[in-house]
Nanobody, 123 residues
Framework: QVQLVESGGGLVQAGGSLRLSCAASGRTFISDVMGWFRQAPGKEREFVSAITRRSASTYANSVKGRFTISRDNAKNTVYLQMNSLQPEDTAVYYC?????????????????WGQGTQVTVSS
């Protein structure tokens, strides 16, 4: 099993920045891919970004150029630097992990999930 704990959410004004962190514990060697999803009220959970153990990454079109994912394998931690935040980025952000090196964008392809952290962007 892998346990994921997110931190770093909060309230920020439009145009501001936040950095999310997700620390993995347990059988971390199986978390080949770690990523972020988000879910706004009344909407489906959507893919944001993910990164492999070798730092290959993928982004949703809506966040390209604004968000940057990174990973510290020694600390079993993945980060999401979010810049130029907009009100439409408001959501609960979830960390996710899976055991394969392929990066899927479907939520049901990820086996392990954190509890989520709220990000609110005011206009």
């Amino acid at each position: 099993q892998v346990q994921l704990v997110e931190s770093g959410g909060g309230l920020v004004q439009a145009g501001g920045s936040l950095r999310l962190s997700c620390a993995a514990s347990g059988r971390t060697f199986i978390s080949d891919v770690m990523g972020w999803f988000r879910q706004a009220p009344g909407k489906e959970r959507e893919f944001v970004s993910a990164i492999t153990r070798r730092s290959a990454s993928t982004y949703a079109n809506s966040v390209k150029g604004r968000f940057t994912i990174s990973r510290d394998n020694a600390k079993n931690t993945v980060y999401l630097q979010m810049n130029s935040l907009q009100p439409e980025d408001t959501a609960v952000y979830y960390c996710a992990a899976r055991e394969d090196s392929v990066i899927p964008t479907a939520a049901n392809a990820y086996k392990y999930w954190g509890q989520g952290t709220q990000v609110t962007v005011s206009s």
